[in-house]
């Protein structure tokens, strides 16, 4: 199985840039696809980005297509999200995840229960 570690986040302005980093530690990360969620109180974890094992390919919730980027360094055993032009709603905390079975075409899963490890998680507050 594989460790997540989280770090990056914290307090931005609207308008403004963040980067989430996520560590892996055990099996090797390119054996996973993988994904980024968020979840405000209250509220179910939100599916906001996926990338596959390869990283060729890439899918995003709407709400943050042109402004998030997933991506992944497999000889690292890093993946990233960057964040740009924030805003208030993107407030929440951010989880990172690895999966082994892959539920949508493009070789990954956008759906919280195909995922099988998950990081601790890290706060986002974006202030307007």
Not at 8 to 18: I, M, P, T
Not at 70 to 82: A, E, F, P, T, W
């Amino acid at each position: 199985q594989v460790q997540l570690v989280q770090s990056g986040g914290g307090l931005a302005q609207a308008g403004g840039s963040l980067r989430l980093s996520c560590a892996a530690s055990g099996r090797t990360l390119s054996s996973y696809f993988m994904g980024w969620f968020r979840q405000t109180p209250g509220k179910a974890r939100e599916f906001v980005a996926a990338i596959s094992r390869s990283g060729s390919s890439t899918y995003y919730t709407d709400s943050v297509k042109g402004r998030f980027t997933i991506s992944r360094d497999n000889g690292k055993n890093m993946v990233y999200l960057q964040m740009n032009s924030l805003q208030p709603e993107d407030t929440a905390v951010y989880y990172c995840a690895a999966g082994s079975n892959p539920t949508y075409g493009g070789g990954y899963s956008i759906l919280a229960d195909g995922y099988d490890f998950w990081g601790q998680g890290t706060q986002v507050t974006v202030s307007s």
